[in-house]
């Protein structure tokens, strides 16, 4: 059985800061790519920010570059911190896995239920 499970959202000011955490286990520990996806209300989901299986090379959309970073622990937690957050990120933030090095959504084959991010004054 494959799991992600995200936690760590939730309702913050702009310029505050945020760390999501997704736990990996079961056949999800046999991946090619893990990070993170957002999806806004009236929107696509659209990818945030990315680690390879062996977790040294990183991608991050334009978007939030300088601002979030993603990152692995040995025991197959994945992070992003998110800092000098803005309006514009709020979303629900979504975990996912896949076997192929890719950034679009749908070739991931492993999702987590989401976590809701809210950046408001």
């Known amino acids: 059985q494959v799991q992600l499970v995200e936690s760590g959202g939730g309702l913050v000011q702009p310029g505050g800061s945020l760390n999501l955490s997704c736990v990996a286990s079961?056949?999800?520990?046999?991946?090619?790519?893990i990070g993170w996806f957002r999806q806004a209300p009236g929107k696509e989901r659209e990818v945030v920010a990315l680690?390879?299986?062996?977790?040294?090379?990183t991608y991050y959309t334009n978007s939030v570059k300088r601002r979030f970073t993603i990152s692995k622990n040995a025991k197959n937690t994945v992070y992003l911190q998110m800092n000098s957050l803005e309006p514009e990120d709020t979303a629900v933030y979504y975990c996912?896995?896949?076997?192929?090095?890719?950034?679009?959504?749908?070739?991931?084959?492993?999702w987590g239920q989401g976590t809701q991010v809210t950046v408001s004054s």
């Open positions: 996912a896995a896949g076997h192929r090095r890719t950034t679009y959504a749908g070739d991931f084959d492993y």
């Open positions: 680690l390879n299986g062996a977790g040294d090379q």
């Open positions: 079961g056949d999800a520990l046999d991946y090619n790519s």
